[in-house]
């Protein structure tokens, strides 16, 4: 008997910084069912020239070279004007701290990973990201600095198996058989630094346990034919092909797409964890089952056909 499916993701996340207590973290996911899904994280900090060191705690196995810099792509100022919802101006700085963006009253420093800056360290039930920021600090010439990165989101993709399940195959073909209408449902939950999803490597670190995070904000692109439950969800949209088909992670398709974003956020009394949850859904005619009744149709007339031949044959035989 194959593995069951999971069809529901619990992941534990975990960001803190050492020097910074009004940070903001970002999670955009980019949820491809039919293939590999992938996200974003983001962390943006509002004194950063205080600040020594970022940590990420990813809650599944990443390799070094899954993880991917975005920030290249950040002096494209369309991709700008998605990421924003501002027109930006760019300048480039120097080789560390590599540009700054400006829009309205903001001035954002954005930085490149380097092999330097950037630590991945393997743990008993994830990864943890270290980024340096000693080195940059000299660099910034604001106190807000925007670190992002892509990686591939696994736990997602194995909510989205199918292979090598029989459990669900067997119902799959009772579904099948029984109805031409096939209902998907799957659920996804974000958790941010609550120490009971986060392995003792990290949920031993005192430093974890007083980070204070100003905004976490969850966004979610989804191909129009899925279904979320948009309880608390304060922007839906399509997604703006044009600005983001060059970001975009490969096969997804923007076209198609739809964006829902969620936000929590706290001036005062800052919050040291956050929780978000999501119902992904989708209901479809299956193609499977419309071919199945049109095999069964055309059975039962060829049979029907054959035995009223027969029939007609026979009663000329007996009564001819």
Known sequence: ????????????????????????????????????????????????????????????????????DLSPMLTDKAILRGLFNNSCEVDMLGEKCIFEVKYGKH??????????????????????????????????????????????????????????????????????????????????????????????????????HQQNLRKALVSISINESYELNDFGCYRIRHLEEDLYEDYAPPGFDCGSAVNYQWVEERETDMKSHFNFYFDISRSAVSKKSLFLYFCIVL???????????FLCKLFGMIFG
């Open 1 to 68: 008997m194959g593995s069951k499916i999971r069809h529901f993701a619990d992941d534990g996340w975990a960001v803190w910084i050492d020097g910074d207590e009004k940070s903001t973290v970002y999670f955009n996911e980019w949820v491809n069912p039919a293939g590999h899904n992938y996200v974003d994280v983001g962390i943006r900090m509002y004194g950063a020239r205080n600040a020594s060191e970022v940590n990420v705690y990813i809650p599944f196995k990443i390799l070094e070279d899954e993880i991917k």
């Open 107 to 208: 001035l954002v420093n954005i930085i490149k990973l380097t092999e330097d800056a950037a630590k991945v360290q393997k743990l008993s039930l994830g990864t943890l990201v270290t980024i340096d920021l000693t080195g940059i600090r000299k660099e910034l010439t604001g106190e807000e600095l925007y670190i992002i990165f892509r990686i591939p989101h696994k736990s997602m993709d194995d909510v989205f198996d199918r292979k090598n399940d029989v459990l669900r195959n067997v119902s799959k073909l009772h579904e099948t058989i029984t109805s031409p209408i096939v209902t998907e449902k799957y659920g996804y939950a974000i958790r941010i630094n609550e120490a009971r999803l986060l392995p003792a490597e990290i949920s031993n670190i005192d430093t974890l």
């Open 299 to 309: 059975t039962i007339s060829m049979v029907g056909n054959t035995l009223y031949g």
